[in-house]
């Protein structure tokens, strides 16, 4: 069974642009959970989508949001760049469960995005 | 509100010794996942092992096994026989309302 992929895996861009990252899960898993992983502040949630919808948002402003489709791909968008939004965005995706506490994610490679 | 710490920084092991990786927890919410992940420095993260609250049992996947003592709220990592190939940091992390909570990490360095 094909891993969680992630796309694209490198990404330059400028500040004030904005980009999309894209998402697809492992088959028949229905979540996708996005993080952000910076060196000074590490790993932190950004957003879990769950059939279409977002059930959780980490602490984020609004310039962050996301998607997720009928076939369960996700996409993320990040509009007017800043520095501090260089990072490794990490998508992970779980089979689910009505808690969600037992469900194990599995992470894609990541995309690594830098703003210059 | 729930939080992961892991003290260690940074850990030196000989290849072929055994090491832990320690992790705390702090939660009020009696049902919770506990995970630990591997990142090497391609960047991916790789699923070590998984510990549920109401498990009697530690947990053990292959050379990996979780020294869960809930009263403690500890969930420290054990890998056995180290290698080489284990070098990378690992983290701890905590399910809370369909998120991870996750520790700062350990760098673990596995000398030949």
């Known amino acids: 069974k094909a891993g969680v992929t992630q796309t694209p895996r490198y990404l330059i861009k400028t500040r004030g642009q904005q980009v999309t990252l894209s998402c697809s899960p492992i088959?028949?898993?229905?979540?996708v959970s996005w993080y952000q992983q910076t060196p000074g502040q590490g790993l932190q949630f950004l957003f879990e989508?769950?059939?279409?919808?977002?059930?959780n948002k980490g602490n984020f402003p609004g310039r962050f949001s996301g998607r997720q489709f009928s076939n369960s791909r996700s996409e993320m968008n990040v509009s007017t760049l800043e520095l501090g939004d260089s990072a490794l965005y990490l998508c992970a995706s779980s089979l689910q469960s009505e808690t969600g506490r037992g469900d194990t994610q599995y992470f894609g490679p990541g995309t690594r995005l830098t703003v210059l | 509100a729930q939080k992961i710490t892991q003290t260690q920084p940074g850990m030196f092991v000989q290849e072929k010794e055994a090491v832990t990786l320690d992790c705390t927890y702090d939660t009020s919410d009696p049902s919770y996942g506990l995970f630990w992940y591997k990142q090497p420095s391609s960047g991916e993260m790789i699923f070590l092992i998984y510990q549920g609250s109401y498990d009697q049992q530690n947990a053990t996947e292959g050379r990996y096994s979780l020294n869960f003592q809930k009263a403690r709220k500890s969930a420290n990592l054990v890998i056995s026989a180290s290698q080489l190939g284990d070098s990378a940091m690992y983290f701890c992390a905590m399910t809370s309302n369909y998120q991870l909570i996750w520790g700062a990490g350990t760098k673990l360095i596995i000398k030949p």
């Open positions: 989508y769950f059939s279409e919808t977002q059930r």
């Open positions: 088959s028949g898993h229905r979540s």
